[in-house]
């Protein structure tokens, strides 16, 4: 959907698609009917949608068209396997896999310069940009590592580190106002860090204000919510020569999701005991942890599958100073459970 506006993009998707997955209908709201269509050779994986711009991303290419009637198509680039049709796009910056595996792609839209940068030494798995465009989060398919580039000069401003076993990244989003950024993974878990960005210092917007919304009550005490944070080892973070897990920044907050059983769960084969790729979904399973900020210290989290559900967190400070991430609500939805 583009922001609050009248238009929708849609592609087909599911058991009973109502349009083919090789196409996109750009849906005016308004005028209840479809007024741009766009037909590939193969699955669409994700549109993004600017008011300028129409973003296609496909297994290997990603389209660049006009947002105009009919639409003009302004380039197309070749990525590596991209079956989540990652792609993030801001109002001076496109970014997405780059030809080869853990390469980045980012491309100025107005001039059309493209930089490539070697994030990772796995398959990108998830990525996230900042509201302002300034920052871009990445993780691989390895999980333990959320890394972070400016999107001016390209250079890496931080590593966060998860964990250190491997997991499955479910999503990553940055907080409206650049200074954060969350994670989900299979491990049921949220994580909240500080993000680092060069127009503003670290917690710049963690004031008296972002206070009022906590609570001893329920921020309070001990729990998987605890500050972490950079000093998670330490006087060991700072001893010379041992690995670098003991220096590495972990999050500050962390809290519990709920994922339900059936990462797996698919549509059901003539072999039973064998779930097939969910048509028209990008990686063919239900979206779990999905992230979205209403706020700086509000985060919903939503998962689909058989148990499709919403879960909110808040963000304060408990009485001894150190942030917490609680939960404080959920709800299913669409008939789940």
């Known amino acids: 959907m583009l922001g609050r506006a009248n238009y929708i993009a849609l592609v087909g998707g599911g058991k009973q698609p109502k349009f083919p997955q090789n196409k996109v209908i750009i849906w005016d709201d308004a005028k209840q009917k479809a007024v741009i269509t766009l037909e590939f050779r193969t699955q669409v994986h994700?549109?993004?949608?600017?008011r300028s711009r129409i973003i296609i991303a496909l297994q290997n290419s990603i389209?660049?068209?006009?947002?105009?009637?009919?639409?003009?198509?302004?380039?197309?680039?070749?990525?590596?396997?991209?079956?989540?049709?990652?792609?993030?796009?801001?109002?001076?910056?496109?970014?997405?896999?780059?030809?080869?595996?853990?390469?980045l792609q980012i491309v100025e839209i107005e001039s059309g310069n493209v930089s490539f940068i070697l994030a990772h030494g796995s398959p990108l798995r998830a990525m996230d940009l900042s509201p302002d465009g300034e920052v871009l989060a990445t993780a691989s398919e390895t999980g333990t590592l959320i890394?972070?580039?400016?999107?001016?000069?390209?250079?890496?401003?931080?590593?966060?580190?998860?964990?250190?076993?491997?997991?499955?990244?479910?999503?990553?989003?940055?907080?409206p106002s650049n200074t954060l950024v969350a994670v989900t993974s299979?491990?049921?878990?949220l994580h909240i860090f500080d993000l680092p960005h060069p127009l503003h210092p670290l917690r710049s917007e963690w004031t008296s204000s972002n206070k009022q919304h906590s609570s001893s009550g329920s921020l309070g005490g001990s729990g998987p919510g605890d500050e972490i944070g950079s000093q998670k080892w330490g006087i060991l973070g700072k001893i010379p020569l041992l690995p670098r897990v003991f220096s590495d920044i972990y999050s500050f907050a962390s809290a519990h999701i709920e994922i339900g059983d059936d990462l797996q769960f698919g549509v059901a084969s003539a072999d039973a005991s064998i779930m097939a790729p969910i048509p028209g979904i990008p990686g063919g399973r239900p979206p779990k942890g999905i992230i979205g900020w209403t706020n700086d210290h509000t985060v919903l989290v939503i998962g689909a599958?058989?148990?499709?559900?919403?879960?909110?967190?808040?963000?304060?400070?408990g009485e001894d100073g150190k942030r917490r991430c609680v939960r404080d609500g959920w709800r299913r939805y669409l008939g789940g459970g």
């Not at 994700?46 to 600017?50: A, F, H, I, K, Q």
């Not at 009919?70 to 680039?77: D, M, N």
């Not at 989540?84 to 853990?102: E, K, Q």
């Open 63 to 103: 389209h660049v068209y006009a947002f105009s009637s009919p639409p003009e198509k302004l380039s197309a680039f070749e990525t590596a396997d991209n079956p989540l049709g990652l792609c993030c796009l801001g109002s001076r910056v496109l970014a997405f896999p780059g030809r080869t595996s853990g390469q």
């Open 147 to 175: 890394r972070v580039f400016s999107t001016s000069n390209f250079a890496r401003l931080a590593e966060l580190r998860r964990g250190i076993d491997h997991a499955l990244i479910f999503s990553i989003a940055i907080s």
């Open 186 to 189: 299979d491990k049921s878990t």
């Open 305 to 317: 599958g058989r148990d499709c559900r919403w879960e909110k967190f808040i963000l304060g400070e």
């Open 46 to 50: 994700r549109v993004r949608l600017s």
